[in-house]
């Protein structure tokens, strides 16, 4: 027996024995049966995921809960459906496996192809993939309560991000993420903002102002943090550090008035003096550069991000899609 059928089949004995008494919802509202943690809803025409979502859990961007929770497309007329009101599952570890979320990883656009520049037009077709196939795009925000087990992501929730702040970001990227709706976090190293290929604080604040881009430090110079020269003192690197962490923060509070909680690691390189500074910093996360999804149990200043690369198919994008880890739990 599916989820659906067994809370179904809960709820029904719970009336049987007697709870039937409890106050009747709204006519526009055709609930079922209501506990603490569920709502049976009788589907009417016109119901979405959206609008119950809207109705039950009062916000319609949380409606992938109860299209994940029940596992169908679509809602047709008549059709019971479990609305959570309590999430049964926030870390997604189950007797077959643990859900991971995938950060993916861009650098910059362009007109050809070639290893760390991807065309717009294939930006454009893999983001369609991603709308077509299921997968949710959710801010890299997000992930952090998910990371500490209170709040679940959607089954297939991918993250978006973009390093370094190349114009093509705003000119070729901007337009395609607001065509699918599509959040980013943008990675920004501050010694490069205004000059030569990069975006200005201009084209910066335009990006935020839409709700769709979040922009975070990748450091000040973008050199190296974990290299050290041999004649380097240690206050004198860790004085470094805390200047390469310092710097871009600051402009970004001062610039775009963004609260800060993730660090890209120049080159996805990191050690513990670094993530200690990120700490007393008030920082959430840190991100690196290697391959792979992360499970609700990953260490949040060492999350995986996957590098997507101009020169590779379609096919090593959807490779790169790693929202399931299947291991037997039981």
């Known amino acids: 027996m599916d989820k659906v059928k067994f809370f179904l089949a809960f709820f029904i004995v719970v009336l049987l024995a007697g709870c039937a008494g409890t106050p009747s919802e709204p006519r526009n509202v055709l609930s079922v049966l209501r506990g603490e943690e569920f709502i049976v809803h009788r589907a009417v025409p016109g119901d979405t995921w959206a609008s119950l979502a809207e109705t039950y859990l009062k916000d319609k961007d949380r409606e992938w809960v109860i299209a994940d929770f029940n596992k169908t497309a679509e809602i047709t007329p008549g059709q019971e459906v479990i609305v959570p009101l309590v999430h049964p599952n926030p870390i997604g570890v189950y007797p077959s496996g643990y859900q991971t979320v995938t950060i993916l990883c861009y650098h910059r656009f362009g007109p050809n192809r070639a290893k760390m520049a991807?065309?717009?037009?294939?930006?454009?077709?893999?983001?369609?993939?991603?709308?077509?196939?299921?997968?949710?795009?959710?801010?890299?925000?997000?992930?952090?309560?998910?990371?500490?087990?209170?709040?679940?992501?959607?089954?297939?929730?991918?993250?978006?991000?973009?390093?370094?702040?190349?114009?093509?970001?705003?000119?070729?990227?901007?337009?395609?993420?607001?065509?699918?709706?599509?959040?980013?976090?943008?990675?920004?190293?501050?010694?490069?903002?205004?000059?030569?290929?990069?975006?200005?604080?201009?084209?910066?604040?335009?990006?935020?102002?839409?709700?769709?881009?979040?922009?975070?430090?990748?450091?000040?110079?973008?050199?190296?943090?974990?290299?050290?020269?041999?004649?380097?003192?240690?206050?004198?690197?860790?004085?470094?550090?805390?200047?390469?962490?310092?710097?871009?923060?600051?402009?970004?509070?001062?610039?775009?008035?963004?609260?800060?909680?993730?660090?890209?690691?120049?080159?996805?390189?990191?050690?513990?003096?670094?993530?200690?500074?990120?700490?007393?910093?008030?920082?959430?996360?840190?991100?690196?550069?290697?391959?792979?999804?992360?499970?609700?149990?990953?260490?949040?200043?060492?999350?995986?991000?996957?590098?997507?690369?101009?020169?590779?198919d379609m096919s090593a994008f959807i490779r790169s899609l790693r929202v399931f880890t299947a291991e037997n739990l039981k």
């Open 118 to 312: 991807i065309t717009g037009e294939d930006f454009d077709a893999q983001m369609a993939y991603l709308e077509k196939h299921g997968y949710r795009v959710v801010p890299l925000s997000s992930i952090h309560a998910f990371l500490k087990g209170k709040e679940a992501l959607p089954q297939r929730a991918v993250v978006l991000t973009i390093d370094d702040g190349y114009r093509s970001s705003y000119s070729t990227a901007f337009p395609i993420l607001k065509k699918y709706n599509f959040p980013a976090t943008l990675f920004i190293y501050s010694d490069f903002v205004g000059s030569g290929d990069a975006l200005g604080w201009k084209e910066l604040r335009e990006m935020t102002a839409s709700g769709l881009i979040d922009v975070q430090p990748h450091s000040k110079t973008h050199a190296s943090m974990v290299k050290r020269p041999a004649s380097e003192a240690g206050e004198a690197y860790r004085k470094k550090i805390e200047e390469e962490i310092r710097a871009p923060a600051q402009q970004i509070r001062k610039m775009l008035g963004l609260p800060l909680h993730t660090f890209a690691y120049p080159f996805g390189d990191t050690n513990e003096l670094i993530i200690s500074q990120l700490k007393s910093a008030g920082y959430d996360a840190g991100v690196t550069v290697q391959a792979g999804g992360n499970p609700a149990f990953a260490y949040p200043f060492r999350l995986r991000r996957t590098m997507i690369y101009g020169d590779r």
